[in-house]
C-alpha cells in the first residue's frame, strides 16, 4: 500500500515537474490583435499625483458626474504631444541612489480609440502592470472625462494583477480610452500590451490570468499553511524528528512571502516598507530551509556549506532593510544573492544525488532543477531586464516542491517501515533459535528433574521398606532364630509384612489427588484382614474435594497413619466394630477411625512409639492429629488435613496431638 501511495505521488510530482516547466505564459486572445495605443509622458510633482488621486478617488466614490480637470492635471491635448507607442513599455529597475528629483513623477498617458459604429459590449485588458497605480478615463468627442477605474497609490504592483475593465459602447461617435500610469522618474515601470475586444472573447484569457496571479498563490499559500501546522504537530510529537519542523517554518516562510496575496499593505509609509521587507526577506529564509530539509536526505555532513548559505541569506535580509541609504537597487541584489544561495546549494544536492545514488535525494535534486531557473526568470520579471508581460512562476512551483518534499517523506517513512520489518524478522529468527534451544534445554531439565524424582522416589522407597517392612522382618527373624515366636505370631507378623508391602504399592498409584479413591483402595485392602479379626466395617465416607498437594509420598503417609490407627484397634482396642467417616469442613476435611472398644484413659496413657509416628506423619501432611478416648467407650482418631497446605517453615515447632477424655456424636 506505501509503495502504491509513493507511486502515485511521484507521477504527480512528474505531471506538475512537466506541466510547471512547460506552462507557457498566456497571453490575450490569439485572434485578436493588441489595440494600437499612443503615449505621453507628463512631469509632475507628487503633490501633483496626490491632488489628481484624490480628484478621482472623489469622481469615483460621489457617482457617476462628469469629471472636470484642471489644466495643469489635465492629460496633454496637442497631437504633437503624443506619440506612437510601442508596447509593452518597460524601464527596468535602477539603483535608487541614481533617481533624480525623487519628488519628480512622471505621468505616463496611454490612449486607444474605440471606432465608431460599435454596439457589442467591450473590455480592455492588459496582462500586468508595474508602477505606482492605474487609472482608465473614456471619452467622447468634445465630451469631458468618466472615470473607469482608479487605483490608490499603494505600489499595488507587486501583486500583478492582470486589468479588466468594462468599457462603454463607442456609439456612433467613437470614444478614447485613456490609461494614467504615474511613475517615479527614473524608477522602473512596465506597462504591457492593451487588448480591446468584446467581453465573452478577453474574459476567460482575464480569468485565467487573474487565477495564475492572484488564485493559485492564495490556494497554495493556504495549503501550505495547513501542511505547516501539521507539520508542527508532528514534530512536537517526535522531537528526535527535525525535518518536520523544517518543513514547518519553510512552509511558513512561503506563506508569509506570498501574503500581499491576500493582505492588503498598510497605508502608513513606514509600515508599508516593513511590510515589504518582510515578504521580500522571506523567501531567502523558505530557500535556506528548503536547502537545510533537502540535505537531511544526505548521508554527507554540509556544515561549511550551510555555514555559507546561512551568511548569504543573512547578508540578503541585512542589505534589503528599508532605512539603509542605498547606492544600488538592494531589491534585485538581494534576490541575486538568494539566487547564488540556490544554486550553490542545488550544486551540492547534485554531488551529493550523483555521488549516494538515493531517491529522495534525486528527487530533491530535480525539484531544486526545475525551481532555480524559474526563480531566475521571476527575478528577469522583477527587474524588468526581459518577459515584462509574464506571470510570476515561484509560487506555482510551490506545489512541485510540496509534492518532492512529501514524496521524499513517504519514501524515508517507507524505508524505515521496511528497515522495521526486515529487523522484526531477524528477531523473529533470532527469537526461533532461543526457542528451539530455550525448549530443548528444558526438555532437558524435564529429563533431569524426572531422574532426579525417580531418584529421591526409589531413596524414600528404600528408606521406607527398610525401617517398615524390612525392621519388622529382621526382628521376626531374630525371634524366631531365638524360638520367641510360635506359627501364630510369625503368621502374624508375616501378615502385617503383606499389608505393609501392599500400602506402599498402593502409595505408587496415581490417585489424582482423590483422597475417598485412596481409602477406598485401603479398604479393599485392610477389608478381608479386618473380617478375619472379627470387627464389623462401617463405612461412613462422602465425597471429599481434591487435596492439590496429595501426592504419593503424601498418600504413603496416609495410608500408614490409617493403618497404625487400625492396627491399635486389632490388637489392644478388642472391638466388636471399626467406623471410617470422611467430612468436608470447607477449609479442611477430616478422616475419622472409631471403634467400640475397651478404650484408655488419655491422662495416664504413655505416649508410645506408634502415637509418636502418627504425630510425626501428621505434620508431614500439613494436618492435625486428634485422639479422644475414655474407658470402656471406646476410641476416636481424627486427621484433619487443609485444603491448601502451606510450606513448612523450618522453625516451625509441632504443636503435639490434641488429646481428649470422652467423645460424643460423629
Sequence with gaps: MIALLRQLLLLCWLAALVGGGAQAQPTANRNAAPAVVERAVSHWTRAQVSTWSALLQRHSSEGPDLLELPPDLAPPEAAAQWSPALLPDVRARV?????????????????????????????????????????????????PWRVLLHHQSQERDRRALPLWVPLPTAGETGQEILLAVPVAASGSFAVPRLWVAPKDELLPEWEFRYWMQHTAPQAISLTLAVLAMFALLMWMQHRAETSYLLFSLAAFGWVARNLHHYIDPPT??????????????????????????SLRFAKASSKTLISVLFAGVLLETLLNLPFWVRQADTLVLAYAITAVVGFVGAARLLQLAWRERREELVVMTVTWGLCLPLGV???????????????????????????????????????????????????????????????????????????????????????????????????????????????????????????????????????????????ATMRYRLGKRLQLSGLKLEWDVHDLPALPWLEPPDALHVLRLLQEALNNIVKHAHARRVRFVTRDHSSYVEIRVEDDGNGFDIETVRHGRGLKSQIKRAKKLGGKLRVESSVGVGTRVSLRLPLERAAARPDQQDPGPSLHSGFTGQ
Design 95 to 143: 539603483p535608487t541612489a541614481q533617481a533624480q528629483a525623487p519628488d519628480q513623477v512622471e505621468l505616463r498617458w496611454y490612449r486607444t480609440q474605440l471606432p465608431a459604429g460599435s454596439h457589442a459590449p467591450l473590455a480592455l485588458y492588459g496582462p500586468r502592470f508595474v508602477g505606482l497605480s492605474v487609472s482608465v478615463l473614456a471619452r467622447g468627442p468634445g465630451e
Design 268 to 293: 502608513q509609509a513606514t509600515l508599508r516598507a516593513w511590510y515589504w521587507w518582510m515578504t521580500d526577506a522571506s523567501l531567502g529564509w523558505v530557500l535556506f530551509l528548503a536547502l537545510l530539509y
Design 377 to 519: 526568470h521571476d527575478l528577469c520579471v522583477l527587474a524588468g531586464w526581459a518577459w515584462a508581460e509574464h506571470v510570476y512562476l515561484m509560487p506555482a512551483t510551490a506545489l512541485v516542491v510540496v509534492l518532492g518534499f512529501f514524496y521524499a517523506v513517504l519514501r524515508r517513512y517507507a524505508g524505515k517501515v521496511e528497515e522495521a520489518m526486515f529487523e522484526n524478522s531477524q528477531l523473529q529468527i533470532s527469537l526461533d533459535v532461543q526457542v528451539d534451544a530455550y525448549q530443548v534445554q528444558n526438555e532437558r531439565l524435564r529429563e533431569a528433574e524426572r531422574q532426579q524424582a525417580l531418584l529421591i522416589e526409589r531413596q524414600r522407597l528404600m528408606a521406607d521398606m527398610h525401617d517398615g517392612l524390612g525392621s519388622s522382618l529382621l526382628s521376626a527373624l531374630v525371634a524366631v532364630e531365638q524360638g520367641n515366636m510360635n506359627q501364630e505370631q510369625v503368621t502374624e507378623v508375616l501378615r502385617e509384612c503383606v499389608d505393609d508391602l501392599r500400602l506402599v504399592i498402593d502409595s505408587l498409584e496415581p490417585v489424582g489427588h482423590d483422597l475417598v479413591s485412596l481409602l
